[in-house]
């Protein structure tokens, strides 16, 4: 164990490297470590069997963790896209490609059961994928996620009835479903009345007693003793860590418990990656070459369409529908242990399955590099007539304004800006593409609205060519970058404020036309030094014509960056 364990680090950090190297999500280079070590090709991991077992935990702090984000209020609300949304994609997806499955001569039952877990996708890397591009809160985010987990409720349900349809159960079929659904509700409730009156207690004496380590055990208990409370339970442990994560959304402690186990999380995933690299056969790859595209090419165009035309059926523009779509187009890690349970009961034909789990993988595979190229291909979509109503409201509302801020991302900055212009009496519209922050703030402002600032043709319809300052706030540099640019097609001459984390792209911002560029680590660092003059006892009028000099000079005073060990600008 201790081996196999040190061969799938050291593999991973020389992979991993490379790839952040190349640019490429660290998902593809823990996939094709697994692919890389495992029994079909170089053989340097013997079989063990507490392997799946140490992997499956990355799978349990993932839906912990993304349990903190989405907390109890946000799932209440989320609960027509979970049961509707995820219903329809799971029975229309799995009869289709079941459907399919009995062409090609497999077993009705073996073929509907399969069809089933095809149709559901993978948790992990959409879930680590849409989190590292901060698109969990966006429409398709959302829609992917309450799916998500609609699915893993399913998955249980399918593992539940391999036994049951092979013949190797006494229990029917019509007990094991509802047997498992009244197991996740007590589930539920359980832990919901842990978090309401024992959870609170444990951390606010563990808080008091102002140890970091005892923390950081609490948080590490919680996690595995829910999982192996779901696991006796006969439920996903994932399933059970996504709830206990989900009702401590809500608590003071969020953060730290976020923080406490992220380093667990990231570990034991990058194992649960590897471990399913390994199941693959390499040589399936050169015998059966345009079976496996052609089966992972199907696999993503139907589930991708039906997502898509479920999305857009309930009422959401193309853009959201379609990148909804291409979130969950993938098979999901489920559909291996459905796989491998089904071979085990003589459910499945040996021929089946070397190629269909070969062409789960590679749809897995393909996901973080479509997730990545998304935001660019949607830009290029054509506007439909319900967007274009939203533009024409957004447009009639702001017509009589003039000069005017426009703000571009309304997180922290954006809104701390907001404020103080608020109290200053100067009027702003801002444009934000988080939904739910921008429906909170509706509540009080009116002056925000839900949009892609890349998009000329929004900023044409907040008053853009009768602004008299423009501020994108947005965290993300590259975005920024394209925010301005398109700015800059519509009005040559207004003013525009880029914030960005550092001047790494100063230059470019400058020759896209910002008027000025507001490092914030530079500026924050500045601050603080101007502070510690101040405080040293030098005169505030010198301290003042030192910063005024440092800004003049674009910061060149706060350059030589020495990066220590981790390589972090804290």
């Given at each position: 164990m201790f081996a196999n364990l040190l061969i799938i680090?050291?593999?991973?950090?020389?992979?991993?490297?490379?790839?952040?190297?190349?640019?490429?999500?660290?998902?593809?280079?823990?996939?094709?470590?697994?692919?890389?070590?495992?029994?079909?090709?170089?053989?340097?991991?013997?079989?063990?069997?507490?392997?799946?077992d140490l992997a499956e935990l990355g799978v349990v702090f993932l839906l912990f963790s993304l349990g903190l984000e989405f907390s109890l209020s946000k799932m209440i609300a989320l609960r027509k896209v979970v049961f509707r949304l995820g219903g329809l994609q799971v029975m229309i997806t799995g009869a289709i490609l079941g459907a399919l499955l009995m062409w090609m001569g497999m077993p009705p039952t073996a073929a509907l059961l399969l069809g089933a877990g095809l149709a559901l996708s993978s948790t992990a890397i959409v879930s680590k994928e849409l989190g590292s591009l901060g698109e969990i809160f966006s429409s398709h985010g959302q829609n992917a996620i309450a799916v998500l987990l609609f699915q893993d409720v399913v998955a249980v349900l399918l593992l539940t009835l391999v036994p049951v349809f092979a013949g190797s159960s006494d229990q029917a079929w019509y007990w094991a479903l509802p047997m498992t659904l009244i197991k996740t509700v007590v589930l539920f409730i359980g832990l919901l009345a842990a978090s309401r009156w024992l959870l609170p207690r444990l951390f606010h004496e563990v808080a008091a007693a102002r140890s970091a380590e005892l923390f950081v055990l609490l948080a590490l208990v919680i996690v595995l003793l829910t999982a192996w409370l779901t696991h006796l339970m006969g439920l996903s442990p994932a399933l059970g860590a996504f709830l206990a994560g989900m009702l401590l959304g809500e608590s003071h402690y969020r953060h730290q418990i976020e923080a406490d186990i992220r380093p667990f999380r990231d570990i034991f995933l990058g194992v649960f990656f590897v471990s399913i690299g390994m199941l693959i056969d390499v040589q399936l790859f050169v015998s059966h070459t345009l079976m496996i595209l052609g089966l992972t090419l199907g696999l993503l165009l139907i589930k991708g369409c039906v997502v898509a035309l479920l999305v857009k059926w309930r009422g959401s523009d193309i853009e959201t529908a379609w990148r909804s779509g291409l979130a969950l187009a993938q098979g999901g890690e489920f559909c291996f242990a459905l796989m491998a349970q089904m071979q085990q009961n003589d459910m499945m034909p040996a021929e089946f399955s070397g190629p269909l789990l070969a062409a789960t993988f590679c749809s897995m595979l393909l996901t973080p590099l479509l997730l990545r190229a998304a935001p660019r291909i949607a830009l290029s979509l054509h506007r439909k007539p319900n967007e274009e109503a939203k533009l024409e409201e957004i447009s009639a509302l702001n017509a009589d304004l003039t000069h005017h801020v426009v703000i571009c991302g309304y997180g922290r900055v954006g809104q701390s800006i907001g404020r103080v212009l608020r109290n200053e009496g100067q009027p702003y519209i801002a444009l934000d593409s988080d939904p739910v922050r921008v429906q909170e703030a509706a509540v009080a402002e009116t002056c925000v609205h839900y949009g892609d600032s890349r998009r000329g043709e929004l900023l044409v319809a907040v008053g853009l060519e009768r602004a008299r300052l423009m501020v994108i706030a947005v965290d993300q540099t590259d975005i920024a970058l394209l925010i301005l640019k398109e700015a800059r097609r519509f009005?040559?001459?207004?003013?525009?404020?880029?914030?960005?984390?550092?001047?790494?792209?100063?230059?470019?911002?400058?020759?896209?036309?910002?008027?000025?560029?507001?490092?914030?680590?530079?500026?924050?660092?500045?601050?603080?030094?101007?502070?510690?003059?101040?405080?040293?006892?030098?005169?505030?009028?010198?301290?003042?014509?030192?910063?005024?000099?440092?800004?003049?000079?674009?910061?060149?005073?706060?350059?030589g960056f020495y990066p220590g060990s981790d390589g972090e600008e804290d």
């Amino acid at each position: 164990m201790f081996a196999n364990l040190l061969i799938i680090l050291a593999s991973s950090l020389v992979v991993i490297a490379l790839f952040q190297r190349l640019r490429l999500p660290p998902v593809l280079g823990y996939l094709c470590v697994g692919l890389m070590i495992g029994p079909t090709a170089f053989n340097w991991v013997n079989e063990n069997e507490d392997l799946p077992d140490l992997a499956e935990l990355g799978v349990v702090f993932l839906l912990f963790s993304l349990g903190l984000e989405f907390s109890l209020s946000k799932m209440i609300a989320l609960r027509k896209v979970v049961f509707r949304l995820g219903g329809l994609q799971v029975m229309i997806t799995g009869a289709i490609l079941g459907a399919l499955l009995m062409w090609m001569g497999m077993p009705p039952t073996a073929a509907l059961l399969l069809g089933a877990g095809l149709a559901l996708s993978s948790t992990a890397i959409v879930s680590k994928e849409l989190g590292s591009l901060g698109e969990i809160f966006s429409s398709h985010g959302q829609n992917a996620i309450a799916v998500l987990l609609f699915q893993d409720v399913v998955a249980v349900l399918l593992l539940t009835l391999v036994p049951v349809f092979a013949g190797s159960s006494d229990q029917a079929w019509y007990w094991a479903l509802p047997m498992t659904l009244i197991k996740t509700v007590v589930l539920f409730i359980g832990l919901l009345a842990a978090s309401r009156w024992l959870l609170p207690r444990l951390f606010h004496e563990v808080a008091a007693a102002r140890s970091a380590e005892l923390f950081v055990l609490l948080a590490l208990v919680i996690v595995l003793l829910t999982a192996w409370l779901t696991h006796l339970m006969g439920l996903s442990p994932a399933l059970g860590a996504f709830l206990a994560g989900m009702l401590l959304g809500e608590s003071h402690y969020r953060h730290q418990i976020e923080a406490d186990i992220r380093p667990f999380r990231d570990i034991f995933l990058g194992v649960f990656f590897v471990s399913i690299g390994m199941l693959i056969d390499v040589q399936l790859f050169v015998s059966h070459t345009l079976m496996i595209l052609g089966l992972t090419l199907g696999l993503l165009l139907i589930k991708g369409c039906v997502v898509a035309l479920l999305v857009k059926w309930r009422g959401s523009d193309i853009e959201t529908a379609w990148r909804s779509g291409l979130a969950l187009a993938q098979g999901g890690e489920f559909c291996f242990a459905l796989m491998a349970q089904m071979q085990q009961n003589d459910m499945m034909p040996a021929e089946f399955s070397g190629p269909l789990l070969a062409a789960t993988f590679c749809s897995m595979l393909l996901t973080p590099l479509l997730l990545r190229a998304a935001p660019r291909i949607a830009l290029s979509l054509h506007r439909k007539p319900n967007e274009e109503a939203k533009l024409e409201e957004i447009s009639a509302l702001n017509a009589d304004l003039t000069h005017h801020v426009v703000i571009c991302g309304y997180g922290r900055v954006g809104q701390s800006i907001g404020r103080v212009l608020r109290n200053e009496g100067q009027p702003y519209i801002a444009l934000d593409s988080d939904p739910v922050r921008v429906q909170e703030a509706a509540v009080a402002e009116t002056c925000v609205h839900y949009g892609d600032s890349r998009r000329g043709e929004l900023l044409v319809a907040v008053g853009l060519e009768r602004a008299r300052l423009m501020v994108i706030a947005v965290d993300q540099t590259d975005i920024a970058l394209l925010i301005l640019k398109e700015a800059r097609r519509f009005n040559p001459l207004v003013p525009i404020l880029v914030r960005t984390r550092d001047d790494s792209m100063l230059t470019e911002l400058k020759a896209a036309g910002a008027t000025e560029v507001v490092p914030e680590l530079l500026e924050s660092s500045l601050m603080l030094a101007s502070h510690a003059l101040i405080m040293l006892g030098l005169p505030a009028d010198q301290v003042q014509s030192r910063v005024d000099q440092a800004r003049r000079n674009r910061y060149r005073l706060l350059h030589g960056f020495y990066p220590g060990s981790d390589g972090e600008e804290d």
